[in-house]
């Protein structure tokens, strides 16, 4: 009697679906039904507000909707990406979790026919001084790698930072960007009565079951390792055949649809395909091949074993398919067919065990209104102090190994970022990864996301995360195209909660639009709490643009002795709710200073023209940590020091140490920069030089050596011996 | 001077390969499941997880029908260059004697390493001099190499300081004692083009396509 209440729906809900069917659900009917209705599928609490982002742009080939949003590049071809999220799979099994949150991308991205060429990862854990933090990254990165490198795609870029509310609750976000001629893309909708509907890959067993609504539609509790058994284990050896295979079967345009298996399997799959192509599907359990021989219907329906895509094939072209898939020894197998019925029917032989309409099961899922409500009280506690003391140079040191400002190498040399030789732009050589591309022209990408910002203003917090993924594409030379965005929040049910999604989704369209970036696409993961409460409100963006002339791409490193250092941009910094003020164990102010979208714009459309000109020797953005800080990565990227003189100042700390959008560090020879200073605002601080960073600013003269400053930001080090 | 680059399930880095050897002359996939080795001069075996690395890295690919022809092409001297994934394969198939074991890390790694030519005196070092330091990636989790007792005829080393995996004497590259076939860990076709980062790894493809002067 509460079965369904067990399989997370309401009351109300579970009335609705009788009243749609006219009856009860059976048991596979009701499975088919908690998944598709489950937060996760049906995005019931966030689909209203995602109406408001813009989604419209010259360059877009294919918007929200479809497994991933693609926009054109020039030449005939598109890039498609996605990111999505892996979180509570991730937070039971870390390895797995990652892995197969890869897995799952990459799929999304084939499924639309195009060749998966780059991976970024965005993570979230909490203090690596807890050894429940140090685990989950030290598993989830190995996961991450185990997959990208297994598979042949570059994990080209991602960030990584460390809070106590993602404790028990890590976030792990992947972005796979993927490359195709214009034409080859091919959209999910079924279409044709009477065309045969081919499983493509792995066997389906029993792992996954119930994974979209057991784990990523509630939050975790302390019975989580019970959970295991919901995680799905990941072979990307698998994974590698069925990119082959399928992208050798559109390039005979054999197939009339494609779509891959993820949260809630077969169901999900067949339904979406049907529901996009205004048709009906009949699938035949039994002739799903299984790992184990005696699953009930209802678990092949919505197993969620990993490595297995769905396409809809003409019946003529079915013996060619075969044979293309044979030569890929990759499994094909004819499960069902297109029918005009508008319903999806699960038939185990010649028994029909489960028939529901196709639109009540995809499109009809109830959506909720949010009641937002701004919290009275702080949500979050007070980061603990950990940097005493009132020295300025010992703040930069303290800073700069902080675990989130300290080098990524430990992480990132563990992924292969150079396979498929284009790779122009490794991380920590740019703010953003550059791909080179056949035929010429680039590509660039960046993820960013800063939760403790959206956690003191949601709304400003997520403009800027959207600028500064902007800034970091302008210091390489390249123009955004498109975005993709990652919605990690807690419970949605939660006033407060709603309030921060709300706000940041109006941020993250307010961004959009003055920057005339459109949405292509993106994932929402919502119930994002362990039991001591909400993780910070978490959006995570993924941007693709393109420039011109790979060998132009940007550097962030120092790069010539002599070269006139600069901070060009408007840049008004703050201290509160930034780097310095957790080190000091502030606690989170309730709003940040906003800034001006247009004049970031113009300076990051300064930078990018600069860039490509190859008027400057280096960009960088300024983010966290702020304008020393990123003098200091400069110097470390380059292998060379700098002198500083920011002459008398009201606000040394503010200046040196304080956060916002819109700065940039730039060096380069004197002249080039007084030309650049015409077309933005830009001082002069400093020249390159030297084996140490020197900084003087009103009473203060302070400085530390290149290898001291690389021994502080090696922090991480340690925790991958 | 016609490459043939074999192509197994889960290999990744045939492509890159092809690539490479195409700056220097033609270059050819050669199916895993084909006999015919399409009249190439030179073989690579190239990096990636070939049948997924199962069982252990290398161990599934040499049963391939291919590699029978690989054998015979080898034993009549024909060059055959395994790189990463390609040199595990060569091991287990026996063409290069010692193993390939997990990094002494027990991670994958991804980086530059500088290693230097011991022996300049084979078909794939000739176009360097002994001595030379090459700037060339690696990427890989079982790279350390454990020569057999009688050793192994060494042609690269890791600089000091660059030995990215523990393999005893730092060794990076060995050759079976006629000196046609060839193993690395790092990635020479990764190393081909100023806009990804290093040039050096080109020599070695250079070399195999130098004509034989001496």
């Known amino acids: ?721 | 001077m016609k490459f043939g680059v074999v192509r197994f399930p889960g290999s990744c880095d045939e492509v890159d390969a092809q690539l490479a050897a195409s700056r220097v002359g033609e270059a050819v996939l050669l199916w895993h499941g084909d006999r015919d080795l399409q009249g190439v001069d030179a073989v690579v075996v190239p990096g990636g997880f070939s049948y997924g690395d199962y069982l252990r890295a290398g161990a599934i690919a040499r049963f391939s029908p291919v590699m029978e022809s690989v054998f015979e092409f080898a034993r009549d001297g024909g060059p055959v260059l395994g790189i990463c994934n390609g040199f595990q394969v060569l091991c287990e198939a026996g063409l290069l004697p010692g193993a390939l074991l997990p990094n002494v890390g027990l991670r994958f790694v991804c980086r530059h390493v500088d290693v230097e030519v011991v022996d300049a005196d084979t078909p794939f070092t000739r176009a360097c001099a002994r001595g030379d330091r090459l700037t060339i990636p690696v990427k890989h989790t079982t790279g350390r190499y454990h020569p057999p007792a009688e050793g192994a005829n060494v042609v690269l080393r890791y600089a000091p300081g660059h030995n990215p995996n523990g393999s005893e004497q730092d060794i990076a590259a060995v050759s079976n004692e006629a000196g046609n076939v060839f193993g690395l860990m790092p990635h020479p076709e990764h190393a081909v083009d100023p806009l990804t980062g290093s040039t050096d790894g080109l020599r070695l493809f250079e070399s195999l396509a130098a004509p034989v002067a001496a």
């Open chain 1, 1 to 721: 009697m509460s079965r369904h209440r067990e399989l997370g729906l309401t009351d109300a809900e579970y009335e609705l679906i009788c009243e749609k069917l006219d009856r009860e659900p059976n048991a596979v009917e009701l499975a088919m039904f908690s998944l598709l209705w489950s937060e996760h599928c049906a995005y019931k609490h966030s689909r209203k507000l995602l109406r408001r982002l813009p989604t419209e742009g010259a360059s877009v080939v294919m918007g929200p909707g479809e497994n991933a949003g693609a926009v054109d590049v020039g030449g005939g071809r598109a890039v498609a990406f996605k990111v999505e999220s892996h979180n509570h799979p991730s937070a039971v099994e870390p390895f797995q979790g990652a892995a197969t949150g890869v897995g799952g991308i990459l799929r999304d991205v084939f499924a639309i026919g195009a060749r998966p060429i780059a991976v970024l990862d965005s993570l979230r854990f909490g203090e690596p001084a807890s050894e429940r933090s140090r685990y989950l990254l030290d598993r989830a990165v190995a996961g991450i790698g185990h997959y990208g490198n297994s598979i042949g795609v570059p994990t080209v870029g991602g960030e990584v930072y460390f809070e106590g509310p993602y404790e028990q609750n890590c976030l792990i976000n992947a972005m796979c960007v993927g490359l195709a001629p214009r034409e080859r893309l091919i959209r999910s909708a079924a279409a044709g009565p009477g065309n045969v509907l081919v499983l493509l890959g792995a066997s389906t067993g029993r792992d996954g079951i119930g994974g979209a609504s057991v784990l990523a539609s509630a939050e975790l509790d302390e019975a989580d390792e019970s959970k295991r058994p919901s995680v799905q284990i990941g072979d990307p050896f698998e994974e590698s055949k069925l990119v082959e295979c399928c992208l050798d079967l559109l390039e005979d345009d054999l197939l009339v649809s494609l779509q891959d298996l993820g949260a809630a399997g077969l169901t999900s799959s067949a339904g979406e395909m049907a529901s996009k192509g205004g048709v009906g599907i009949d699938i035949d359990v039994a002739r799903v091949p299984l790992r184990e021989a005696d699953m009930e219907p209802f678990e092949v329906m919505v197993s969620e074993s990993q490595e297995r895509m769905l396409c809809v094939v003409e019946p003529g072209r079915l013996d060619a398919v075969r044979g293309r898939c044979a030569r890929w020894e990759v499994r094909a197998t004819a499960i069902g067919e297109v029918t005009g019925s508008g319903r999806l029917r699960v038939l185990d032989g010649a028994e029909v065990v489960g028939d529901v309409p196709v639109a009540a099961l995809v499109d009809e899922c109830p959506l909720y209104d949010l009641v937002p409500a701004a919290p009275t009280a702080p949500l979050y506690p007070t980061p603990i102090r950990t940097l005493t003391g009132d020295d300025p140079r010992e703040a930069l040191l303290a800073l700069l190994a902080s675990p989130n400002l300290s080098s990524r190498r430990p992480l990132f040399q563990q992924y292969d970022s150079i396979v498929q030789s284009r790779t122009v732009r490794r991380p920590e050589q740019a703010d953003a990864a550059v791909l080179a591309l056949e035929g010429g022209g680039a590509i660039a990408m960046s993820i960013d996301g800063s939760g403790r910002r959206v956690a003191c203003d949601p709304y400003v917090g997520t403009m800027a995360a959207v600028f500064e993924c902007a800034s970091n594409l302008a210091c390489v030379g390249a123009e955004p195209l498109g975005l993709t965005n990652c919605l990690n929040f807690g419970n949605p049910e939660k006033p407060h909660i709603a309030w921060q999604l709300e706000r940041a989704v109006d941020g993250l369209a307010e961004a959009c639009r003055a920057l005339d970036v459109p949405v292509v696409g993106g994932n929402v993961s919502l119930y994002n709490e362990g039991t001591e409460g909400p993780i910070y409100p978490t959006p995570v963006v993924g941007m693709v643009g393109s420039l011109p002339h790979p060998e132009r791409a940007g550097r962030l490193g120092f790069a010539r002795e002599g070269d006139a250092i600069a901070i060009a941009g408007g840049f008004h910094p703050s201290l509160p709710g930034g780097e310095l003020a957790k080190l000091r164990g502030e606690p989170l102010p309730d709003r940040l200073p906003g800034f001006d979208a247009a004049k970031v714009r113009a300076a990051q459309e300064a930078i990018r023209d600069a860039v490509r000109a190859g008027e400057l020797s280096s960009a960088h953005d300024i983010a966290e940590g702020g304008f020393l800080v990123a003098v200091a990565e400069s110097c470390l990227a380059g292998g060379v020091g700098a002198a500083l003189d920011l002459g008398p100042s009201d606000e040394p700390w503010t200046q040196l140490y304080g956060e916002g959008a819109g700065g940039f560090v730039v060096s380069g020879p004197r002249e080039a920069l007084d030309r650049f200073a015409e077309r933005v605002p830009l001082d002069v601080f400093g020249t390159v030089g030297g084996d140490a960073l020197g900084v003087a600013i009103g009473d203060w003269s302070f400085g530390a050596t290149l290898s001291e400053l690389r021994e502080a930001n090696s922090a991480l080090a340690p925790l991958f011996p």
